[in-house]
């Protein structure tokens, strides 16, 4: 039976740190706005009904929802709470089976009255428009509460996460900026991209895009001739601002041109 693999590696090539499939899903449901959600449906007993689903997070990582009882996933989560919320990774431009997803599957109940007004905060937090309607007397908040996930974070990467990890991770501290480092260095850096590659990587590539950042390293996606791989390349040190990102760049790519 075919299985999916990583690209080969040998026995004695040293791990390159990266955050851990909790961390990634966590930061992944963060820069997220909208997923799908499954429901079972009520007129169809047992099948999957699936609706795009804005979404928050509460403190434990835990999506909000802000429904109508006039709609139909409304209608079956009061017949059955068991639910299922995709989200995808927001921005990508490339084979939809190389990004992120994460599967988070739970239990769908109303938000208890003495915690309506926070979360009613996160909510609208994130979706300044539905102020609009978040008043009318159809509409309630909603919480999965989460009983286990599922993570993919592209091509050979993926397992399933234990909620109690899930809620006990923190987005990645660039997940905020890590969208304009990556267009940044793609655009005005990508000699030094290549220089990364064959320093740090040990990959004689000709052209290097970096595909992701977070505070433990980068991915990039390089081009040898015809041949098409990816590598990981660690920062020296955690980092968690775009100003450390710059000042650590620099440094390595110093490093990279002179040797040391």
């Given at each position: 039976?075919?299985?999916?693999?990583?690209?080969?590696?040998?026995?004695?090539?040293?791990?390159?740190?990266?955050?851990?499939?909790?961390?990634?899903?966590?930061?992944?449901?963060?820069l997220?706005?909208?997923?799908?959600?499954?429901?079972?449906?009520?007129?169809?007993?047992?099948?999957?009904?699936?609706?795009?689903?804005?979404?928050?997070?509460?403190?434990?990582?835990?999506?909000?929802?802000?429904?109508?009882?006039?709609?139909?996933?409304?209608?079956?989560?009061?017949?059955?709470?068991?639910?299922?919320?995709?989200?995808?990774q927001?921005?990508?431009?490339?084979?939809?089976?190389?990004?992120?997803?994460?599967?988070?599957?739970?239990?769908?109940?109303?938000?208890?009255?003495?915690?309506?007004?926070?979360?009613?905060?996160?909510?609208?937090?994130r979706?300044?428009?539905?102020?609009?309607?978040?008043?009318?007397?159809?509409?309630?908040?909603?919480?999965?509460?989460?009983?286990?996930?599922?993570?993919?974070?592209?091509?050979?990467?993926m397992?399933?996460?234990?909620?109690?990890?899930?809620?006990?991770?923190?987005?990645?501290?660039?997940?905020?900026?890590?969208?304009?480092?990556?267009?940044?260095?793609?655009?005005?850096?990508?000699?030094?991209?290549?220089?990364?590659?064959?320093?740090?990587?040990?990959?004689?590539a000709?052209?290097?895009?970096?595909?992701?950042?977070?505070?433990?390293?980068?991915?990039?996606?390089?081009?040898?001739?015809?041949?098409?791989?990816?590598?990981?390349?660690?920062?020296?040190?955690?980092?968690?601002?775009?100003?450390?990102?710059?000042?650590?760049?620099?440094?390595?790519?110093?490093?990279?041109?002179?040797?040391?």
């Amino acid at each position: 039976m075919s299985r999916h693999a990583g690209p080969p590696r040998a026995a004695d090539a040293p791990s390159i740190p990266e955050p851990t499939f909790a961390e990634r899903a966590r930061t992944l449901a963060y820069l997220g706005l909208t997923g799908a959600l499954a429901t079972l449906s009520r007129r169809h007993p047992g099948h999957p009904f699936a609706s795009v689903m804005p979404y928050a997070l509460d403190d434990a990582g835990a999506p909000l929802f802000l429904i109508s009882t006039m709609a139909m996933h409304t209608q079956n989560l009061e017949a059955d709470a068991r639910a299922s919320l995709l989200i995808t990774q927001p921005g990508w431009s490339g084979d939809p089976l190389a990004a992120a997803r994460l599967t988070l599957m739970g239990e769908a109940r109303r938000v208890p009255e003495g915690t309506v007004a926070a979360a009613r905060e996160r909510y609208l937090a994130r979706h300044e428009r539905a102020r609009y309607w978040a008043d009318f007397e159809d509409f309630a908040l909603w919480r999965l509460q989460v009983t286990d996930l599922y993570f993919v974070g592209g091509f050979a990467a993926m397992d399933w996460v234990t909620a109690a990890d899930y809620a006990a991770a923190r987005p990645d501290p660039l997940a905020d900026v890590a969208a304009g480092i990556v267009e940044h260095m793609n655009r005005d850096h990508a000699d030094a991209l290549v220089d990364y590659a064959r320093h740090f990587a040990g990959e004689r590539a000709d052209e290097a895009t970096m595909v992701a950042v977070d505070r433990l390293g980068f991915k990039l996606r390089l081009r040898s001739g015809d041949r098409l791989s990816s590598a990981r390349v660690a920062f020296p040190c955690e980092v968690t601002t775009a100003a450390q990102s710059r000042e650590v760049l620099i440094a390595m790519l110093k490093e990279a041109r002179t040797g040391r």
